[in-house]
Nanobody, 128 residues
Framework: QVRLVESGGALVQAGGSLRLSCAAS????????MGWFRQAPGKEREFVAA????????YYADSANGRFTISRDNAKNTMTLVMNSLKPEDTAIYYC?????????????????????WGQGTQVTVSQ
């Protein structure tokens, strides 16, 4: 069983930055891909960023590319999302995910939701 706990969500002004963290526990976690999704009010959940098991390969949604940076520390079982130049449209609940059995970024981006472990989410609100 994998448990994922997000932290770092906050209210921030447009143009500001936030650092989200995900603390993970469970078996074989360092060997699976991880990522972030988000869900804004009234909208479907969408992919944000993914990182492969080693941390050497990352993939971003167009909306995040160039502004967000995903990283992981397998020794500490943590994953981080640094978000810069935040916009009001980035307002959402951000969810940490871990693949159940895949090690590549594709196992996050293309996975059916049931193939991922999910955290409870952390709220990010970006004001004008």
């Amino acid at each position: 069983q994998v448990r994922l706990v997000e932290s770092g969500g906050a209210l921030v002004q447009a143009g500001g930055s936030l650092r989200l963290s995900c603390a993970a526990s469970g078996r074989t976690l360092p060997s699976v891909a991880m990522g972030w999704f988000r869900q804004a009010p009234g909208k479907e959940r969408e992919f944000v960023a993914a990182i492969n098991w080693s941390g050497h390969s990352t993939y971003y949604a167009d909306s995040a590319n160039g502004r967000f940076t995903i990283s992981r520390d397998n020794a500490k079982n943590t994953m981080t999302l640094v978000m810069n130049s935040l916009k009001p449209e980035d307002t959402a609940i951000y969810y940490c995910t871990a693949s159940r059995d895949g090690d590549s970024t594709g196992s996050i981006v293309q996975a059916p939701p049931d193939n991922l472990n999910w955290g409870q989410g952390t709220q990010v609100t970006v004001s004008q």
